[in-house]
């Protein structure tokens, strides 16, 4: 057996390894910090080579930044291997909703669910979108399906959005649009005088039947209403919910003015371009699921609220017959679409050819003649 030269013994002074008097700790010191350095990062992590921000056009606690964009996020981050980061960005976070728009075209965002809607007068195709469709076009969730995925709508909205360097990733539910009232509002005859917030072709509606409808931003609706600027409001149902407009609004009129009211993922179409193939695959397949959690959540929400939560707000619903839908369907929603293919189908082929396909659909289903 070999015996250690003298002096070549490891020994211990002062908590410090020494041999031949040497100080050995450095080496120790670097084995400690490589060992730490491997077991801390996981040997599955990949470094992000996109990161998006995603701006929602909702608020924290509303329906889709809690149960809707998360998944997504999360799906979109699991299945490509970490490849593509989004991170949430809440409405105005960023920039304003209004702003939005030129934002995702200089790609200083990437992704938002927004609206066409909200640029009908720049952007033609707005008028195709789902939330500025008159009343009871669609009547059920499979008719906006129909009409959105199957007969073309969001292939013309599409074409008409890559003109201006967004991609578009589809429509998607936002849940049903009602209104609500701090009166009983039993028929259309009851509209007259009736002060209202509500948006695009539903202010039109409410206006021809003699409301007065008045612009304001969601978050101010319940003090406007509550110090008597307003009798009621209207928009997709959850936002009753949300922000407890159950208190000054004790009637909710129904059944639902749009089945249902839409709003649509956009994508900035530099950074869209900037993604390898099987990374906008991933995109894509992750929208498949938005599309359908959150018709899933809007669905279940809303049976909840009516099977239970009117009860506990004491909130009475009120349900517009059969006679008062087709009046507002014959007297209102098809004028509309006619008045739309005129002025505006005139300059943009697209806008003809969607309202030529929605009528047929709306004949198709019996909803007019």
């Known amino acids: 057996m070999k015996k250690e030269a003298p002096g070549s013994a490891l020994t211990l ?29 996981p040997s599955n992590a990949v470094a992000a080579e996109f990161n998006w921000k995603f701006q929602s056009h909702h608020t924290p606690g509303a329906l889709s930044t809690t149960y809707v964009i998360p998944p997504f996020i999360d799906m979109v981050r699991e299945k490509s291997g970490g490849r593509l980061n989004i991170t949430l960005h809440y409405a105005g976070e960023l920039v304003d909703y209004l702003e939005v728009f030129p934002s995702l075209q200089a790609n200083m965002i990437q992704i938002s669910n927004t609206s066409t809607l909200f640029w009908r007068g720049s952007l033609n195709v707005g008028w195709l979108q789902a939330g500025n469709l008159p009343p009871f076009v669609c009547r059920s969730l499979e008719d906006f399906e129909e009409l959105y995925y199957k007969r073309g709508i969001d292939r013309l909205i599409g074409e008409g959005l890559a003109e201006r360097d ?43 039947f003699g409301a007065s409808p008045v612009m304001l931003p969601h978050p ?21 919910r949300d922000l407890k407009l159950y208190e000054v609004c004790p009637y909710f ?17 530099k950074a869209w371009d900037a993604l390898p193939d099987d990374l906008k695959k991933v995109v894509e397949e992750a929208t498949v699921e938005f599309n359908k959690t959150f018709a899933k959540v809007c669905d279940e929400q809303e049976k909840e ?5 009117f009860k506990e707000w004491g909130t009475t619903y009120i349900e517009w017959g059969k006679d008062d839908i087709d009046r507002i369907t014959k007297e209102f929603s098809l004028p509309f679409l006619n008045k739309i293919e005129q002025e505006i ?14 009528k047929q659909f709306m004949k198709d289903r019996g909803y007019i003649n």
């Open 166 to 208: 967004i991609h578009f990733l589809g429509s998607h539910s936002v849940g049903n649009t009602y209104f609500w009232s701090k009166k009983p509002i039993n028929t259309l005859d009851d509209l007259k005088g009736f002060k209202v917030r509500f948006f695009g072709a539903m202010n039109d509606t409410m206006e021809h």
């Open 253 to 269: 009129i129904g059944p639902a003015w749009q089945v249902p009211q839409g709003m649509e993922l956009w994508v900035s179409k």
């Open 220 to 240: 101010e609706t319940y003090m406007a209403i509550a110090m008597g600027t307003l009798d009621g409001s209207g928009t997709a149902w959850w936002l009753y």
């Open 345 to 358: 189908g005139s300059k943009d082929p697209r806008v003809a050819e969607g309202i030529q396909i929605i």
């Open 305 to 309: 609220m009516f099977a239970k939560s």
């Open 13 to 41: 002074e002062g908590g410090v390894l020494m041999k031949h008097g040497k100080l050995v700790a450095l080496s120790v010191a670097v084995a400690v910090i490589l060992g730490i350095f491997i077991i801390g990062v």
